[in-house]
T-cell receptor, first 110, second 113 residues
Framework: GENVEQHPSTLSVQEGDSAVIKCTYS??????FPWYKQELGKGPQLIID?????GEKKDQRIAVTLNKTAKHFSLHITETQPEDSAVYFC?????????FGTGTRLQVFP | EPEVTQTPSHQVTQMGQEVILRCVPI?????FYWYRQILGQKVEFLVS????????KSEIFDDQFSVERPDGSNFTLKIRSTKLEDSAMYFC???????????FGDGTRLSIL
């Protein structure tokens, strides 16, 4: 069935370091891959997304890469800051629904 | 920036009672969704809604669940006879198209006693 695996489940980094979160999806028909940041008591907030016809996308300190052949996609955060601390979810989309990964709790220590 | 709004933020209900969760999607969006998140777990898809009908639903969305767009602005999720295991955060989302970015509200925490 449709499944998205996400690693690691927790990630602790020092401020200024980089953080990488990886996801693998199972459904070959997935063509859109968003990343969401969820802060305590809030809903998921879209931070970046990528479509299957693109290999890489960057927005300031955040980048996402997609390897469609291997069904892998990753989130890269450079120069991390304490306010980046949150739970991050990857997702794979078919039309009309998102399948979420299990989440990564990122802690950035000053 | 336009946002999805959900009410109430917290709903406490006795088991077996009916509950209605309300959402106001972003005004020019055409697709509407409900997801749920059990405490500490991932976000799970429940249902998508377009053109006044359900376009897709998950196994979780059984006969106890229903959705409705009663007017031009609201989108509701009804649970007819709540169970203890329905306790979760329920998120509404909306998008311009079926393959367009989905924007989420801050959720309703549903607690079943």
């Amino acid at each position: 069935g449709e499944n998205v695996e996400q690693h690691p489940s927790t990630l602790s980094v020092q401020e200024g370091d980089s953080a990488v979160i990886k996801c693998t999806y199972s459904d070959s028909a997935s063509n859109y891959f968003p990343w969401y940041k969820q802060e305590l008591g809030k809903g998921p907030q879209l931070i970046i997304d990528i479509r299957s016809n693109v290999g890489e996308k960057k927005d300031q300190r955040i980048a996402v890469t997609l390897n469609k052949t291997a069904k892998h996609f990753s989130l890269h955060i450079t120069e991390t800051q304490p306010e980046d601390s949150a739970v991050y979810f990857c997702a794979a989309s078919r039309p009309d629904k998102l399948i979420f990964g299990t989440g990564t709790r990122l802690q950035v220590f000053p | 920036e336009p946002e999805v709004t959900q009410t109430p933020s917290h709903q406490v209900t006795q088991m077996g009672q009916e509950v209605i969760l309300r959402c106001v999607p972003i005004s020019n969006h055409l697709y509407f969704y409900w997801y749920r998140q059990i405490l500490g777990q991932k976000v799970e898809f429940l249902v998508s809604f377009y053109n006044n009908e359900i376009s897709e639903k998950s196994e979780i969305f059984d006969d106890q669940f229903s959705v409705e767009r009663p007017d031009g602005s609201n989108f509701t999720l009804k649970i007819r006879s709540t169970k203890l295991e329905d306790s979760a955060m329920y998120f509404c989302a909306s998008s311009r198209g079926g393959d367009q970015p989905q924007h989420f509200g801050d959720g309703t925490r549903l607690s079943i006693l």
